[in-house]
Each structure stands twice: as structure tokens, then as C-alpha cells.
């Protein structure tokens, strides 16, 4: 496994995701092609949920306390529970800038971590350490490509009754 590039993904990442919220209007940051998709600002709050209470908790149980029962989470589940739609996107956004800056730096500072550690999760499977690492990165970039296609309906939205399909698919 190429560590030094997760690691680098992942700081990358966090300025992409910056990148697609930065000046983006409160009415914009709320909507929602539907009613079961996310908005902006739901994709942001379950970022920064994830980023404190899923993917770096997890795996320092995995590196550190295998023993240890994993937390509970129910990331859809706070979507709702926790009022994400009716937060501050810039507030969010900061408060998952500073925990990935966390993040980036506990990953850092990790001596030559074991990344075959595995660990019984929660579904019965045991998980590798290095699979809840990979697993991160990944998930940083499926929300990403959310953020773009969020992004895009909302220019397509705007732009009615024109279409944007000569854009390409």
C-alpha cells in the first residue's frame, strides 16, 4: 500500500471539498434535486460526522485496541437526527477542515503502522486496517463526484427552460 499517497488523497481531498462549497449561496448550500438526495450541506455535515466519529476512530481501534467494541454510528440517521440542512455551511466546513487537519496529522504521526492489523467489525467480518484506510480516501472521492453531480443539477435547474445535455453526459 502507498501510504504517503492515501495520506496525500486525503489532504487533497479536503481542499477539493473546500473548493466545491466556498461561496456557494445558502439557498444553493440547502437544496435538493429530491426529496431523498442530499443537499450541499448534508453531504458537509456527514463529512465532518465521519471524519470524528467513523473512519479515524475506527481505525485506531483497528491499529490500537482491536479488542474494543467499535461506536455506533447511523450516518443516514443523522442526517435528520441532526438537523444537517439547517446548519451553517461555512461553519461545517470549517469544523471538518480542522478535523481532517487532525486527522492528516494523527495518521502522520503514526511509527510504522501495521496495516494487515485486523479487527472483528461490527457485521462479523474481521476488517484490515489498511481496508478502513483505503476505504476513507474512497469515500472522500464518492462524495466529491456527489458534490460535483449536486453542483451541476443545480446549473441545470437554474438554467430552465434551456437544457444542458449538449454538455455531454
Do not use: T
Not at 473512519?55 to 467494541?69: N, S
Request: hydrophobic letters at 45%; a negative charge; aromatic letters at 10%.
Amino acid at each position: 500500500m502507498n501510504e504517503a499517497f492515501l495520506i496525500d488523497q486525503l489532504a487533497r481531498s479536503a481542499g477539493r471539498i473546500r473548493q466545491l462549497c466556498l461561496d456557494v449561496p445558502d439557498e444553493q448550500a440547502r437544496w435538493k434535486p429530491d426529496p431523498q438526495s442530499w443537499s450541499i450541506l448534508e453531504v458537509v455535515n456527514h463529512l465532518y460526522d465521519e471524519e470524528r466519529e467513523d473512519f479515524r476512530v475506527r481505525l485506531d481501534i483497528i491499529l490500537h485496541h482491536p479488542d474494543q467494541a467499535w461506536p455506533s454510528i447511523d450516518p443516514e440517521g443523522w442526517v435528520g437526527e441532526r438537523l444537517y440542512n439547517q446548519r451553517d455551511l461555512a461553519e461545517s466546513l470549517a469544523g471538518f477542515l480542522q478535523e481532517r487537519q487532525e486527522s492528516l496529522a494523527w495518521l502522520r504521526s503514526l511509527p510504522a503502522p501495521d496495516w494487515q492489523a485486523l479487527c472483528q467489525a461490527p457485521w462479523g467480518d474481521p476488517m484490515a486496517a489498511g481496508d478502513m484506510f483505503a476505504a476513507w480516501v474512497a469515500h472522500d472521492h464518492l462524495h466529491l463526484r456527489q458534490l460535483v453531480e449536486l453542483h451541476l443539477a443545480y446549473v441545470a435547474l437554474q438554467a430552465r427552460p434551456f437544457q444542458v445535455g449538449y454538455a455531454g453526459s
